[in-house]
T-cell receptor, first 109, second 114 residues
Framework: GQNIDQPTEMTATEGAIVQINCTYQTSGFNGLFWYQQHAGEAPTFLSYNVLDGLEEKGRFSSFLSRSKGYSYLLLKELQMKDSASYLCASMDSNYQLIWGAGTKLIIKP | DADVTQTPRNRITKTGKRIMLECSQTKGHDRMYWYRQDPGLGLRLIYYSFDVKDINKGEISDGYSVSRQAQAKFSLSLESAIPNQTALYFC?????????????FGEGSRLTVL
């Protein structure tokens, strides 16, 4: 079956670094997405990885290992506004997104 | 103004009532989707459409129907609402021409079925 696993909740301190992990099992693979979702709002796109390695975009970086079915999202210099849920999604062979339940990130001062 | 607009944003209804959620977009995208989101679960795809003449069922289409009235409009109907259809519903679009397949979401429609 198809499955995406990510931690339910994480807590980090303002100014610190946090890594949110995601493991995936999908029928085929056409890329791994990370979205950010603030409470009560729509998800917004953060990153897309289809090749192995690290993609850096400002304070946010995303890593992919296709052989391990593993990705992580790295957030640096955490700010209070980074408090949100982070959704991992894998695109399968039919180009459909399979979503994880999301990781709620709590930032403490 | 939002590029992907959903109406209504909030709706409370009773079991057995017919409900329509509407979505319109100004992004010019061909692909449109309806998802539902429940606490503790990932987004689940209800229906999707790659153009006006193309409608496809997602993983949880039972109890729902859709209509793609135009490239810019995609509506979701619950013919006879039931309490376990209480959820947050999102419409989304994507551009066939973009390699990443990035989704652009509407602001969501919160539906409560009593």
């Amino acid at each position: 079956g198809q499955n995406i696993d990510q931690p339910t909740e994480m807590t980090a301190t303002e100014g610190a670094i946090v890594q949110i992990n995601c493991t995936y099992q999908t029928s085929g693979f056409n890329g791994l997405f990370w979205y950010q979702q603030h409470a009560g709002e729509a998800p917004t796109f953060l990153s897309y990885n289809v090749l192995d390695g690290l993609e850096e975009k400002g304070r946010f970086s995303s890593f992919l290992s296709r052989s391990k079915g593993y990705s992580y999202l790295l957030l640096k210099e955490l700010q209070m506004k980074d408090s949100a849920s982070y959704l991992c999604a894998s695109m399968d062979s039919n180009y459909q997104l399979i979503w994880g339940a999301g990781t709620k990130l709590i930032i403490k001062p | 103004d939002a590029d992907v607009t959903q109406t209504p944003r909030n709706r409370i209804t009773k079991t057995g009532k017919r409900i329509m959620l509407e979505c319109s977009q100004t992004k010019g995208h061909d692909r449109m989707y309806w998802y539902r989101q429940d606490p503790g679960l990932g987004l689940r795809l209800i229906y999707y459409s790659f153009d006006v003449k193309d409608i496809n069922k997602g993983e949880i289409s039972d109890g729902y129907s859709v209509s793609r009235q135009a490239q810019a409009k995609f509506s979701l109907s619950l013919e006879s609402a039931i309490p376990n259809q209480t959820a947050l519903y999102f419409c989304a679009t994507s551009d066939l021409k973009r390699d990443t397949g990035e989704l652009f979401f509407g602001e969501g429609s919160r539906l409560t079925v009593l």
